[in-house]
């Protein structure tokens, strides 16, 4: 029985070629869980086999604008001249339905997100050293000596932003990675301040006559 009935956001992030992506399928690869992976929207084209709501909410630049106006993003940017944001009404449906929201996006994103939900729970993925990242980078093989330079640079600065979250988890094994995870998520549900409100429910005293009864 949880007494957090509510679902919890999670924030998965890392630095640049950290595999945020690999950890993030194992971790829905696990069974008896009730994740869901937010869906966000965009204002590119949709591209074949892609499918409205499940790949992508695919809506016009002035729709898009509109809603930044009216701060209903969690998080947005601008990418190759096309919008791109986690909606905050539908992140806020399922976590009212129980649903544990993963949100899997880069460090910048993450850190917009902590302050529209203080009450998330931010993980930071890391490699089990440096040179492990480096050489990860390195042996993709698919991108030029600038642009892996240029990952490199932008992953030492994602290692800085480390202690701003909650959690730091390393990627030493995906499959461990994902455990790890999963154990954070459960743990959080039993928080005391996501938990007291139904605690109380549950023993059949009120919060003042719980206080009073510790002081006598």
């Known amino acids: 029985m949880k007494l957090d009935e509510r679902g919890i956001l999670i924030v998965i992030s890392g630095p640049s070629g950290v595999g945020k992506g690999t950890v993030r399928q194992a971790l829905f690869n696990m069974k008896g869980h009730n994740l869901t992976y937010s869906v966000s929207m965009t ?12 790949d992508y909410y695919f809506v016009t630049k002035e729709e898009f604008e509109q809603r930044i106006k009216e701060d209903k993003f969690l998080e947005h940017a601008e990418f190759v001249g096309n919008y791109y944001g986690t909606p905050l009404d539908k992140v806020n449906e399922q976590l009212d339905n129980g649903q544990e929201v993963v949100l899997e996006i880069e460090v910048n994103g993450a850190l917009q997100v902590k302050k529209k939900v203080p009450d998330c ?47 730091i988890v390393v990627n030493d094994d995906v499959n461990n990675a994902a455990d790890r995870i999963m154990a954070i998520i ?31």
């Open 43 to 54: 204002t590119r084209k949709m591209r074949p086999g892609e499918v409205d709501g499940k």
């Open 121 to 167: 729970v931010m993980i930071f993925i890391v490699p089990p050293s440096k040179q492990a990242l480096y050489d990860r980078l390195m042996k993709r093989g698919t991108e030029s000596e600038d642009v892996i330079k240029q990952r490199v640079e932008k992953a030492n600065r994602e290692f800085k932003v480390a202690p701003k979250y909650d959690y």
């Open 186 to 216: 459960r743990a959080e549900h039993a928080r005391t301040s996501r938990s007291i409100d139904k605690y109380y429910e549950l023993i059949g005293e009120t919060d003042e006559n719980s206080e009073e009864n510790i002081g006598n």
